[in-house]
């Protein structure tokens, strides 16, 4: 039986579905969505006195590093310099897409884990059937990312 990471932390799991929220819709966010959504993750990440409720920061509060950086503006995130040919071949030139898979990628503990991610999640969604050279290039580049 295969064996899944279950995330039991609740505020982890909180944080998690912000970052990805963001990340889905980091370019239609406006200025009050980012402060919303960085007083959420302050709140999250505040130390939670014991008996007391915990009331989310106000806007009004000095800025601290963390709401600094998600008030910045939204620029691209490279997450590495790769070969063009990953994205225009097996990503059908979305490279909003290779960039999710290879951080997906980077989550999985084993390359075993992230071969099998890739067999049973990511090829379904993509016709790689003649496009061999690109993939086992591709499978080597994951391969890299476990050799360390």
Do not use: C
Not at 53 to 77: D, F
Not at 107 to 114: C, F, M, Q, V
């Amino acid at each position: 039986m295969e064996e899944k990471k279950i995330i039991q932390n609740t505020a982890e799991q909180d944080l998690m579905s912000l970052a990805h929220e963001i990340l889905r819709n980091r370019n239609r966010m406006n200025l009050d969505d980012i402060h919303a959504k960085a007083a959420n993750i302050v709140a999250l990440t505040s130390p939670k006195p014991i008996g007391e409720e915990v009331v989310s920061p106000t806007v009004e509060a000095p800025l601290t590093g963390l709401e600094e950086a998600l008030l910045a503006p939204v620029l691209e995130v490279e997450f590495e310099t790769i070969s063009i040919d990953f994205i225009q071949h097996l990503f059908e030139g979305s490279n909003v897409d290779f960039q999710r898979v290879m951080s997906m990628l980077k989550s999985k503990e084993t390359l075993e884990e992230a071969k099998q991610f890739i067999e049973n999640h990511i090829q379904p969604d993509y016709d790689w059937s003649d496009k061999q050279k690109e993939f086992d290039a591709f499978m080597s580049h994951v391969e890299t990312l476990f050799d360390s």
